[in-house]
């Protein structure tokens, strides 16, 4: 019985080779987790010297007023090398910190990675910032980071750049006990037109509207991005996805991408991390893993981009990067990211291609011609000299709302409707209501056939997402066929203070034919050009045209009874408006009411 009982409790030599085994394999688990948790083995990087990174507090500081933009301009950008730090205060129980920095300059804050374990670390990261002026105040502050708690200041110092150059290495010492950091800071003054891409800094677009008027003012339920990272009214969620960020552990939360940022969020032990990466800054999104069998996706920042609201991951390349895992699909999820940031350059192409525009259009539009009628440029000999003008609208947006026998010939229109000495203009913006209504004359362009001028007003908004008012500049060309039969006037309106009111114009063209002696058949054509893709393209559309059918309502009512004036006026002097034709004339048709 005794031996039966000695022999249930001592174990098998089967039973301690299992043990063994499965002691093994949790050893090794457990330092592959701990120590190798920052291997790239899916795309070949070499592990990073720092493989944790910590969490700061999150600052609202402002972080809601930028946007990435990389063709803003600002007169110098400052470089800060964080090189190094030593004799650091020892926060943990072991003697030992994990420190990491902050780095400010005026409203931009970049985090460095974070050295685990060290009194002395090496960091040799850079970070760029854009400044109007100088000089300008650089504050390094120098955290230890906690998994749980509130990280430690460890220091802090303020330096102040003065002029252009470069300081080379210089030790600092910090405002605490003990402690000294490492900084190689560089002023540069960039040429005028420099793109800030090509100076390593993506940059930030600050929301501010053409015309000071009046402020922008969006009607919308505020979403994640506006109640937890403080980005802009206007930014929307196109996907967000359920994943977690990799620290020392897995802190798990969910990522939100916009048209301009990705973002993350985690409250684990109520511990909040938040991570806003503008999609300018990132250099590339690649494939990884986390602890071999866990798919993840590492997002690698550009050289000087720096973290953003949380401790980045280092690398031996000096970019710094984010790594996300424990998605649902992550091969979707990496698609979707990837396809965003192509997206967000090709929006940026976009952009500067319809900023050249602008500005071309713009500058034809500045030059000041004399008052009176407007002067038709007409060619010489056409078929001797060919002249390919350039298209004042996109024809391929318009949309016909009007069709009509109109009682004028394109020429009186022209001279009686259009002229610099003409009230007509006035006459029916004041109709609208509109205000602050300023015409300048029209004037002979290069690059467009006929003239072109520009007038700029306030106009009143009518749609509940709309401020009351909202400034309004319109450009507008004018065409007369050689033979006076034909004339084309086009305008392009582009409103200032209406959510993503930098993102489209309303695009019209009104074409008048001769039909009898004394009148034209009158065709308008209206619709809206994205220069750039919005969440709300279609309601947008409807709502320009649909406002644009009562603006042409009201020019038509007002352009009659202006015509049937200037016949009175002119009737003593032997004005060639038909009597008939100015009694009878008619009315507004049903479809643009």
Avoid at 53 to 62: L, N, T, V
Avoid at 137 to 156: E, M, N, P, Q
Wanted: one cysteine or more.
């Amino acid at each position: 019985m005794v031996q039966s009982a000695v022999e249930f409790l001592i174990p098998s030599t089967w039973e301690i080779e299992v043990a063994v085994a499965a002691s093994a394999f949790l050893i090794a688990s457990y330092w592959l987790f701990a120590y190798r948790v920052d291997g790239e083995d899916d795309v070949g990087f070499d592990p990073s010297r720092n493989p944790d990174s910590g969490d700061a507090m999150f600052d609202k500081d402002k972080i809601g007023q930028l946007r990435g933009d990389t063709q803003t301009n600002a007169p110098y950008i400052i470089k800060v090398e964080l090189l190094a730090a030593k004799n650091l205060i020892g926060a943990n129980l072991n003697g030992t910190s994990d420190p990491y920095a902050i780095v400010n300059c005026g409203l931009e804050k970049r985090f460095s990675s974070m050295v685990p374990g060290s009194r002395n670390p090496m960091w040799g990261e850079e970070f760029n910032f854009p400044t109007d002026e100088l000089p300008v105040k650089i504050k390094v502050t120098i955290h230890d980071w906690d998994i749980i708690w509130k990280s430690t200041v460890l220091g802090s110092v303020t330096i102040s750049v003065e002029r252009e150059g470069q300081t080379g290495p210089v030790w600092h010492s910090l405002d605490s006990p003990s402690g000294q950091v490492c900084l190689n800071i560089n002023a540069v003054k960039l040429p005028v037109n420099a793109s800030r891409a090509i100076t390593g800094y993506a940059g930030a677009r600050r929301r501010v509207t053409l015309d000071q008027q009046g402020p922008t003012i969006v009607h919308l339920k505020p979403g994640p991005l506006q109640t937890i990272f403080n980005l802009l009214p206007d930014e929307v969620v196109e996907h967000s996805y359920s994943c977690a960020l990799e620290r020392s552990f897995l802190y798990h939360g969910r990522i939100y991408v916009s048209a301009w940022h990705i973002c993350f969020h985690s409250n684990v032990f109520s511990k909040q991390m938040k991570v806003v990466v503008p999609l300018g800054d990132i250099d590339e999104i690649r494939r990884s893993q986390h602890a071999v069998i866990n798919p993840a996706i590492t997002v690698i920042l550009r050289m000087g981009a720096g973290g953003h609201g949380v401790p980045p991951l280092g690398t031996p390349d000096g970019r710094v990067r984010y790594k996300f895992a424990s998605f649902w699909n992550r091969n979707h999820t990496l698609k979707a990211l990837q396809r965003r940031v192509n997206n967000y350059h090709a929006m940026l192409e976009v952009e500067k291609k319809e900023r050249a525009e602008s500005a071309l259009r713009a500058h034809s539009s500045s030059v000041r011609g004399g008052g009176g009628k407007v002067q038709v440029k007409t060619p010489v000999d056409i078929a001797a000299v060919p002249v390919k003008f350039q298209a004042f609208i996109k024809e391929e947006v318009l949309v016909a709302i009007y069709n009509d026998v109109f009682p004028s010939t394109p020429e009186k229109f022209l001279n009686v409707l259009l002229s610099d000495d003409s009230t007509y203009t006035s006459e029916y913006r004041s109709a609208r209501k509109d205000k602050n209504l300023n015409i300048e004359p029209w004037h002979t362009a290069e690059e467009y056939d006929g003239q072109v001028r520009e007038i700029k007003f306030r106009s009143i908004c009518n749609s509940p997402m709309c401020p009351p008012d909202t400034a309004v500049t319109e450009w507008q060309h004018v065409v007369l066929s050689p033979d006076k039969k034909t004339l084309v006037f086009e305008t392009v309106q582009q409103p200032h203070d209406v959510p993503f009111g930098s993102y489209f114009e309303v695009h019209c063209r009104w074409r008048l034919e001769v039909k009898e002696e004394t009148s034209s058949v009158l065709d308008v054509r209206v619709g809206v050009h994205f220069k750039k893709w919005c969440l709300m393209q279609s309601k947008i559309k409807s709502g320009a045209i649909d406002e644009y059918k009562k603006e042409v309502e009201v020019m038509l009512e007002v352009a009659l009874s202006h015509l049937k004036k200037t016949h009175s006026s002119s009737s003593s002097r032997g004005g060639d408006i038909d009597n008939n034709s100015a009694s009878s004339l008619p009315p507004i048709p049903e479809n643009i009411r």
